[in-house]
């Protein structure tokens, strides 16, 4: 059995940011997740780093949190961020008060919020609305999830910290003393192992619940659905916000070349439950088409949901009315189990914050005195860029990669050789073969899904259907799969792409989805047929 200080449950923004505080601290940890990193609700959201301007309202100390952690985070991960801006566009027919109301809140949060009139939102944004009767710019801008939780969960590493993705909490074991470890299964090899720890931090977001159940501890939550639509076109310049109260439809956030449309807030039971319904989709249309009207008749490549794990300890409300402020529980002070810690709830713009406090409390009990240092150590691929290019390597492939891995771009180039050079495995989003080989050795991948967060590979508009079975053969090639596993996991790649088309073909669309369905198809026959 092998033996660290600390076992961080959950590989999400939170539970990475919790691994890279506490090794920078001289801890030793373990950061475990049963999927990916960023599988979960840190990769299922529309990758806003919020102002505090949508919650300011209702909820200012969420806001003020935002906005101090809006500029921690443009400082240490800049190559994550698209610093594009965010406007709160009130429309006729909106309540005229509301503006008033909202411009106070944001004085009060030490929210930057200045007042324009239509003319010059439109000026900002073409693409709005004529109905624009007043609008605020604030500093939103957008956020890569996938780059964000990936570049602390590096960092971690490269300072020792141990990654096990695709391993699933099986047991907590729990002595006289309190926590005393942890059974693991590796989900695709099916191989168990234990680790000794004296402190298991739970970050496992809407899975929460069910990981504190393990030692016999409760933890109370309202998970909430949010439905969203990935549009083919970038249809804004900046994120455009409804200047009201959170409601379904009414924010719109640029993604590179695309949009991001949310979201919905349905109360479910189960962390799993992720098929949105026909009434949401249309309700983010014909919502967010009051704020953009071209997104009416733009074509939408996919939806997708995600779950908020919402703290609400024996409450009833609905999602909306639920506080997305997070809470960080020591269960010694709560439930009488030493070692035990719980993070919930919060935004990603707020993670590395909650990711502090939970590192805190983990530190006083290992005695470690080292202070938090994330709020200024800068993440790896934002630090100053020094960039030198293979000979030959065209500018498209430089600027993918630049995009993605910030100032590591050069390096993962270099580490292709010659297959580095005009070597494009994914045409849409302009993935070399340098960059899924250097995912597979150095950051952890180990499936498709794995280096779609890694690379983009599949997220274009062919949702993988050309570039996965040319990535599933470097894939097997770099880790040895067996061609059967192969096969199975580009069939359910493709599968899992299509699920995310299906609900939202109209007009090109369709001869999209019928192209990956028909290789989806041939997979199938293949696999019928045998060798």
């Not at 439930?335 to 990711?355: C, H, N, Q, W």
């Amino acid at each position: 059995m092998s033996e660290v200080d600390v076992v961080v449950i959950g590989a999400g923004a939170t539970g990475a940011g919790v691994a890279r505080d506490l090794v920078l601290r001289g801890a030793s940890v373990a950061l475990v997740d049963q999927g990916d990193v960023a599988h979960g609700t840190s990769g299922r959201n529309h990758g806003l780093l919020h102002s505090g301007g949508r919650y300011v309202v209702e909820d200012p100390q969420t806001a003020s949190e935002c906005i101090r952690e809006n500029g921690v985070l443009r400082r240490i991960a800049a190559h994550c961020i698209d610093p594009c801006g965010g406007m709160f566009v009130g429309i006729e027919g909106d309540d005229p008060g509301f503006g008033g109301r909202f411009s106070d809140a944001c004085a009060e949060a030490g929210i930057e919020a200045r007042r324009i009139g239509p003319r010059e939102a439109l000026e900002r944004e073409p693409g709005l609305t004529g109905k624009v009767r007043e609008a605020f710019l604030v500093p939103d801008a957008a956020v890569d999830p996938f780059l964000l939780c990936l570049a602390n969960a590096v960092d971690a590493a490269e300072h020792g910290a141990v990654i096990l993705t695709h391993h699933a909490l099986r047991a907590v074991s729990v002595g006289a003393g309190g926590v005393g470890g942890v059974v693991l299964e590796d989900l695709l090899t099916k191989e168990r192992r234990e680790i000794g720890c004296r402190v298991v931090v739970n970050a496992a977001g809407p899975w929460a619940g069910e990981v504190a159940a393990m030692p016999g501890l409760h933890v109370g939550l309202v998970l909430s659905r949010g439905a969203l639509l990935v549009t083919r076109d970038r249809l804004v310049r900046g994120v455009v916000n409804r200047l009201r109260q959170p409601s379904d439809g009414d924010i719109i956030v640029p993604g590179g070349p695309a949009c991001l449309v949310g979201t919905t807030s349905v109360r479910v039971a189960s962390p799993d439950d992720l098929e949105p319904s026909a009434v949401e989709v249309r309700k983010l249309i014909d919502m967010g088409s009051e704020l953009v009207p071209a997104l009416g008749a733009a074509r939408i490549m996919r939806e997708f949901t995600g779950i908020r794990p919402l703290y609400g300890e024996g409450g009833a409300a609905a999602g909306r009315k639920v506080s997305r402020g997070f809470v960080v529980l020591d269960h010694a002070a709560r439930d009488g189990l030493e070692g035990f810690i719980t993070v919930v709830g919060g935004k990603l713009t707020t993670y590395r914050l909650m990711a502090e406090l939970a590192a805190d409390i983990a530190a006083s009990k290992l005695g470690v005195d080292a202070p938090c240092t994330t709020a200024e150590r800068v993440l790896p691929g934002s630090d100053p860029p020094a960039i030198s290019w293979p000979e030959g390597m065209p500018r498209w492939m430089t600027r993918a990669l630049e995009l993605r891995h910030g100032s590591r771009a050069g390096a993962i180039a270099a580490s292709g050789g010659d297959s580095a050079v005009g070597s494009r495995v994914c045409l849409c989003e302009c993935v070399p073969e340098a960059e899924i080989r250097f995912a597979v050795q150095r950051l952890f991948a180990r499936t498709l899904d794995d280096l779609r967060r890694r690379t983009r590979l599949g997220m274009g508009p062919c949702q993988g259907s050309t570039c996965g079975p040319r990535a599933v053969a470097l894939l097997a090639d770099e880790i040895g799969l067996d061609p059967r596993v192969a096969d199975r996991m580009l069939g359910e790649f493709l599968e899992e792409r299509d699920d995310g088309m299906l609900p939202v073909v109209r007009r090109g669309g369709a001869a999209q989805v019928e192209m990956n369905m028909s290789a989806g198809r041939g997979l199938a026959d293949a696999r019928e047929a045998g060798p």
